[in-house]
């Protein structure tokens, strides 16, 4: 039982901290570097949804709920970044990239949260079972961590302070392993619900927050670095135990 909360540990903070580590470093960079590699990491997440949140969310429970989860995400990230503009002066003085940063790490704990009830109820099933979905989880979780400390550091956050929140996002995995390995087994339409809502929230906060940002006709680079990602993604969803 301990082993699957340490691997469920292990796959969101390396996951998200190797991801937040390359975002602190290239945050600082040209404009045109950070929408690039934001490009890449939000065609990922886009790629994810599609291919591997929404069918699987849809397998476990039937296309009604899956869509009912994807409403719910959306909702809930919608609402957050109706909050964060209103009530922060910052933001309104018009720094974006830093409320697009916070507005992801909301998402990708939400995200992460269902990732860790997967490893931690597939460990109790069998050990090797949890052990894949580990390590799949923890390639999954490098572009979301860049994606969360890459607009932090771009907005003005200080680097260990952005390097530090993505790695957070990816604690949320720990969680979400305790409750897998505490109720063993979990019904599936509360996994497909939590995996639903999770795909929706990453679909909201990537074509809301993240693509008007780095799409403008001054750069040609982004557009390219988006199909990337979401080919990068595909090949993810299909690896073993994704």
């Known amino acids: 039982m301990l082993l699957v909360i340490l691997f469920s540990a292990l796959a969101g903070i390396i ?23 934001l ?3 939000g065609g990922v997440m886009l790629s ?15 296309l ?8 719910i995400g959306i909702c809930v990230i919608l609402l957050l970044s109706d909050s964060i503009s209103r009530y922060s002066r910052v933001w309104e003085s018009g720094n974006s990239m830093r409320k697009t940063g916070w507005i992801m790490l909301a998402a990708m704990a939400l995200h992460n949260f269902p990732e860790g009830i997967a490893i931690g109820a ?6 090797r079972l949890g052990i894949t979905l580990a390590l799949a989880i923890a390639l999954h979780d490098l572009p979301e961590g860049m994606a969360v400390s890459l607009p932090l550091s771009a907005g003005g956050v200080k680097k260990g302070k952005s390097f530090l929140l993505a790695v957070f996002s990816g604690v949320i995995i720990l969680f979400g392993g305790i409750v897998g390995v505490s109720l063993g087994t979990i019904s599936p339409k509360v996994i497909a619900t939590c ?5 929706g929230a990453m679909l909201y906060v990537t074509c809301q927050e993240i693509f008007p940002q780095i799409l403008t006709e001054k750069r040609k680079y982004p557009p390219l670095a988006i199909i990337v ?10 690896l073993p135990g994704a």
């Open 229 to 238: 990602g979401i080919v990068a993604g595909f090949v993810l969803s299909q």
């Open 122 to 127: 597939g460990g109790m099933e069998s050990l």
């Open 15 to 37: 996951g998200t901290g190797l991801g937040g580590l390359v975002g602190v470093l290239w945050g600082n960079k040209s404009e045109n570097a950070v929408s690039v590699l």
């Open 48 to 62: 994810v949804v599609c291919f591997e949140l929404m069918p699987e969310a849809s397998r476990l429970a039937g």
């Open 64 to 71: 009604p709920l899956t869509l009912s989860g994807l409403v």
């Open 39 to 41: 490009g890449f990491a």
């Open 195 to 199: 995996i639903a809502s999770a795909g």
